[in-house]
């Protein structure tokens, strides 16, 4: 039975798609299938982090493309309404079934890609867990300012690194720290790396002085 997706070029329509993708490598099965083209057309940009699956698979299908096409892009914008370079771009694979993007498959290619799929599902078996941490961040004194303080702690961005709420907590003789939940992915960052080579460096420690791990619990 065809499958249905609509306003891919929406936040939306992209959560759908990243929906329907969990627990699966491609649109049709285990393998690239046209099916897969014509949903690539019809997504204007690579899904963000928030949306694995979809970027996942965005990612895979870009790698079967880029060998097809060896030129240096400089990349292209459409202008208008939004619905209408994708619904374009679905229409002209629609238009196109008999186009064939990737040529004879070699023994080389063969190879690669059951070498892709072998790894894609040791990954599967193995995902990793997350973790959520409570981390005081201490000031030099009482004259630091503590919401710069809190605002280049929230700058440092990592892939598996969420920022959560916080709160001022009184240390005594007038000064603060901050008190901060973080949920990290296991495999992606080490929170000791996180405040030895971020939090406690340039710029940051302009304000922070040192960190603690209150607490640490896997979820």
Known sequence: MAVTFSDLHTEEGIKS????????????????????VKVYAAVVER?????????KWYHAVTSHLAPSFPGTAQGVRFGG??????????????DDDD??????????????????????KSAKKKESGKSSVLLDVKPWDDETDMKKLEEA???IEMPG?????????PVGYGIKKLQ???????????????????LTVEPCNEYI???DIVAFNKI
């Open 47 to 55: 899904p963000g982090e928030f949306f694995p699956n979809a970027a």
């Open 180 to 198: 901060i939940m973080l949920t990290i992915v296991d495999d992606l960052v080490s929170v000791d790396t996180l405040i030895e080579e971020h």
């Open 99 to 120: 186009l064939d993007l990737f040529g004879d498959e070699t023994e080389e290619d063969k190879k690669a890609a059951e070498e892709r799929e072998a790894a894609k």
């Open 153 to 155: 702690v929230r700058s």
């Open 161 to 169: 690194l969420l920022w959560g709420a916080c709160k001022l907590v």
């Open 17 to 36: 798609l990243d929906q329907f993708l969990s627990g699966k490598t491609y649109i049709s099965g285990d393998q690239l299938t046209k099916d897969d």
């Open 209 to 211: 002085q040192s960190c």
């Open 81 to 94: 309404k939004a619905e209408a370079a994708p619904a374009k771009a679905a229409a002209t694979a629609d």
